[in-house]
Every structure is written in C-alpha cells, then in structure tokens.
C-alpha cells in the first residue's frame, strides 16, 4: 500500500495540506496510509528546507508549497502503477 | 487565441492599470459628488482616506506579490543554500541578506532552513544574516512602504534593513557562537534532498505568481483593512503635533521605546504600516517610525520562540540583542540627519 507522509510541526500549509489529502481520499475512493510526521528530527532526516513536505513512499515530491489536488493525484497514481 | 496563462496575466494588468490610473477621480467622485461630503471636513478627510488607500494598497499588493512571486519562482532554499556554500565571511553575509528578500521564506520554515544552512557547513552568521533579511524586507512591507510612504522611505527601509541583516550577522560570525547551537542540530545526517528541480514554463511561472497572490492577499487583506481605517481615523482626528512630543525628534527616549514596544508586538506589515504612515503626518519624527516598523516587523516573538528549538538561550539573546541594538542606531541616525 502507498504510504503518505506529510513533514511539518504544525504550520498553516501543514493542517491545510493534510487535509487536503483527507479529502482526496474519500472523493475518490483512494487507499493509502497518511501519516503526520512532527518531530523535527524526522522532518529533517528527509532533508527538506521548508514545510510542508509531501513524502509518497518515502519520495519527498514537494516542499514549502501546497500542491494542487491535480498534481497530488497524479503522484500518487504513479506511486501505485509503480509498486 | 486560446487563453494561456501568460495572455490571461497581461490582460490582467491593463485592466490593473485603467483602475489604478483613475482611482483618484473615482475616489473623489464618491466622496465629493454621491456622498455629498464637503472637502477639507474631518470626516471626509477620514472618509477619502479610507476609500482611496483601500483599493491603492490592495492593487499595488497584487501587483508586486505577483511580481515578487514570478521573481521567487526562479529561487528555492535549495538553491540559496548552494549560492552560499564556500563563501568567504562578509560575501556571504551580502549574498545571504539579499537572497532572503527573493527566496521564498516563511517563518515557520526557518527551523528547516536553519538546520539545512548549518548542515551545508554555511557559517552561523551567515545563516543569521539571512533569517533577519528574510522577514524584515518583505514584499508586503515594501507595498506598503511604497504606496504610503513613496519610494525615497521604502528604498532607506530596504536598505538599513539589509545593512542590519549583514552587520548583525556578520558580528554574530565574529563572536563565535556555535556553542550556543543545540547539540543534536549537528548530529542530523539528513539524506541530501532527492527533490528534483524542474524547468518551469512561463504559464508555470505565471500560476506560481497566482497562488502567491491568492496565498498573501487572503492573509492580509483584513489587516490592510484595519490599518487603514486605524489611520483614516488618525488622519481626519488627530490633531497635528500631536505625536510630536511623544515620537517627536526631541525626546531622546523614543527610540529605545519604540523598539522595546515593537519586539514583542506581533503584527505583520500590512496592520502595523498604515497606523505608522498616520502618526508620521501628525509629528512622530521619522527616524522613530523607521524604528517601531522594523521592530515590528523584522523582530517577531513567534520567530524568536520557533527559534529557540535549534538555539540556546544565549544566543536567542545574542541574536535580539544584535538586531535590536542595528534598529536602535537607524532610529538615532534619521532622527540626528533628517
């Protein structure tokens, strides 16, 4: 299963990219695990220099933005085609 | 023709420019004709304000955050970070407070960004010169400043604003301070960043700029709001001098309270600016104004606070100290030359 992290302790983009991801997955039925990750030693192990950042098995695909529905579908179509 | 992006924004700014160009007669046509006020009364001092500043501000916002935005979809903290590495003291201080006012930056980033500078092997000062530019001059201060202020006061904003990021940063280099950095800030390895950098088209440029615009204007517009009508009431009601004994030239002390009440005040540019632009017009000197603004501004609390997971009270200190002591001399110096 595609696993979804999202990197940030708590800022605006953070809670409004989770979100985002929530709904995603209701609307179109999608199954894949979404994890919070808050503890900056971790957000840092993956090498980012701004929040929120979008991990999709464990790819770091953006930071610092808040990626549009489209474009987050589409990483996540990749990610299962791939596994 | 199909409608591309980059068609859509030039459109966009003929339609900007015909309303930017006849705000005033609009503006006075409201006040003078449908409202019926007469000109020079309080209230339709207060009122014109109001409603001619409103809409400047927020035009002008959109404009240069959009311009900003396309600007920032050339520079990523990556990328700073690569400009700044192996540069020799002063150099990077330079760099580093220039990029900050390009580099997409938010506070809330500036643990990640930290960490990611020190890891780079970038000096602490130069980091530190890069963290004081980064907020301090940004682009909704720089509208504001622009559109109620003129040009001649943004352009001395922006510059003791970068002359502070690097002399600040360059003594923090000088005084040695990595001890004073938490311990397991260095012991992160992180994996370098897999992030691939794309090639952005023009239309990719202009969406960026978009959303920056969406992103910014929907956060600060009802401080816009506030500040304004804050300074419209100013304006029209305040008698003339009134701040001049209070923020005035002569009183020596106006200075050190201005920051000391700036620091812990939170309140972005787009609040705090159009009360100041008021308090100018009624004495307040402007070497005080320039202080309270950059206090306000460029030292936040929040800041200092998420800081402090990477920094040790010593340096959160040495840090405030050392900007706050640059604002200080600004603030005497355009009150002893102007």
Excluded at chain 2, 118 to 147: R, Y
Excluded at chain 2, 181 to 189: F, T
Aim: charged residues 15%; hydrophobic residues 55%.
């Amino acid at each position: 299963m595609t696993t979804v992290k999202i990197l940030g302790s708590g800022c605006a983009k953070c809670k409004a990219l989770h979100q985002r991801l929530l709904d995603l997955r209701t609307e179109h039925g999608l199954e894949f695990d979404l994890i919070k990750v808050t503890e900056l030693r971790e957000i840092m192990s993956y090498g980012i220099m701004a929040t929120p950042g979008l991990v999709v098995n464990d790819v770091v695909k953006s930071t610092g933005v808040l990626p549009d529905a489209t474009q987050i579908l589409e990483w996540l179509k990749e990610a299962h085609h791939a596994a | 023709m199909k409608l591309t992006p980059l068609r859509i924004a030039v459109l966009a700014f003929v339609a900007w420019w015909v309303a930017y160009t006849n705000l005033t007669q609009a503006v006075d046509a409201v006040v003078y004709g449908v409202l019926q006020l007469a000109p020079g009364s309080r209230i339709s001092s207060a009122i014109h304000f109001f409603l001619y500043e409103t809409p400047k501000v927020l035009l002008l916002l959109t404009l240069v955050v959009f311009g900003v935005g396309i600007i920032r979809s050339f520079f990523s903290p990556e990328k700073t970070r690569r400009i700044l590495e192996d540069k020799p003291p002063l150099v990077g201080n330079v760099l580093a407070s220039t990029l900050g006012i390009v580099t997409p930056f938010c506070s809330c980033s500036a643990v990640p960004l930290f960490i990611g500078f020190v890891e780079a092997g970038i000096p602490l000062g130069v980091t530190f010169s890069f963290l004081i530019a980064a907020p301090m001059i940004n682009e909704v201060a720089i509208v504001l400043l622009f559109g109620l202020f003129g040009w001649q006061v943004t352009l001395l904003y922006v510059g003791m604003g970068l002359c502070i990021a690097i002399i600040a940063g360059y003594i923090i280099d000088r005084l040695k301070v990595e001890r004073f950095v938490e311990e397991w800030v260095y012991a992160i390895r992180a994996q370098p960043s897999a992030l691939q950098e794309e090639r952005l088209s023009a239309d990719d440029r202009v969406r960026y700029g978009w959303t920056q615009v969406r992103e910014i204007v929907a956060k600060v517009w009802l401080y816009v709001l506030l500040g304004i009508a804050v300074g419209a009431g100013i304006h029209g009601y305040v008698p003339e001098n009134f701040m001049a004994g209070l923020m005035g030239r002569s009183a020596w002390w106006a200075v050190p309270v201005s920051v000391l009440i700036g620091v812990p005040l939170y309140s972005n540019a787009a609040g705090i600016i159009p009360i100041v632009h008021a308090l100018l017009e009624k004495g307040a000197s402007l070497g005080t104004t320039l202080a309270f603004m950059m206090s306000v501004i460029g030292l936040s609390l929040p800041e200092t606070i998420i800081l402090r997971k990477v920094l040790k009270p010593p340096l959160i200190a040495i840090f405030v100290g050392v900007v706050a002591t640059g604002i200080l001399i600004v603030g005497y110096l355009f009150n002893a030359i102007m």
